[in-house]
Each structure stands twice: as structure tokens, then as C-alpha cells.
């Protein structure tokens, strides 16, 4: 059974950073791509960034291109997620997890439905 535990989430200002964690065991995490997504209250969940399972290929959506740089430690079973010059409008539930092969953030959906973690709250105050 895949497990996700996500870290690192925390209030800050905007244009302030956060670093968030991902650990992911139940798969062979180098096996697979891995995205995070985002909800915010009141909205569907969306795909923020994309890492191939090597790490070589990265895409993020439009909103965060440029100020969000994922990566991962394939020793570690580790995903990462710096983000820079938050926004306000940055705030919300952050999740990870491993996915099919996509071409955008858009069309991310993850190997299993029912494995999503507790996530990580982020909160950017104006």
C-alpha cells in the first residue's frame, strides 16, 4: 500500500519561501514521476509541478512557473518542493504523489486514488 507523508508547510509573508518534504514508501519511488497539488478552500485540488523519475524532466502550472523548483532524492524516497516569492493566493493544502506519465500539470493523476496523504498546509499572508 502506498503511503505518503508530506512536511514543511507553515505561515509565512508573502515573497517570503517555504520548503516542503515529501516521503513516500509502499512503491519503488524511482519507479515513478511525482507531482504536488494543491487545494485551496472551496476549490478542486491542481496539479503545481511535475518531476520525471529521474529527476530530469520537471513542468509546473503557469501560476508558480518561475518561483516553484521541485526536485527528489531517489536515495531517500524523498520528494522536495522549494517555493519562492510566495503569494497570497499560493495559500492551501499541498499533497504529493506519485503519477502516470503527463504532459502537463493538468492532465497529472496519480497511480492511486485512494493513497492521498495528509498533506501540508501553506498559508501566505498579504
Known amino acids: 500500500q502506498v503511503q505518503v507523508v508530506e512536511s514543511g508547510g507553515g505561515l509565512v509573508q508573502a515573497g517570503g519561501s517555504l520548503r516542503l518534504s515529501c516521503t513516500v514508501s509502499?512503491?519503488?519511488?524511482?519507479?515513478?514521476?511525482m507531482g504536488w497539488f494543491r487545494q485551496a478552500p472551496g476549490s478542486e485540488r491542481e496539479g503545481v509541478s511535475y518531476i520525471s523519475w529521474t529527476g530530469g524532466r520537471t513542468f509546473y502550472a503557469d501560476s508558480v512557473q518561475g518561483r516553484f523548483t521541485a526536485s527528489r532524492d531517489n536515495a531517500k524516497n524523498t520528494l522536495f518542493l522549494q517555493m519562492n516569492s510566495l503569494k497570497p493566493e499560493d495559500t492551501g493544502m499541498y499533497y504529493c504523489?506519485?503519477?502516470?506519465?503527463?504532459?502537463?500539470?493538468?492532465?497529472?493523476?496519480?497511480?492511486?486514488?485512494?493513497?492521498w496523504g495528509p498533506g501540508t498546509q501553506v498559508t501566505v499572508s498579504s
Open positions: 509502499g512503491l519503488t519511488f524511482d519507479d515513478y514521476a
Open positions: 504523489a506519485a503519477v502516470w506519465a503527463a504532459m502537463t500539470t493538468a492532465d497529472m493523476r496519480p497511480i492511486d486514488e485512494h493513497s
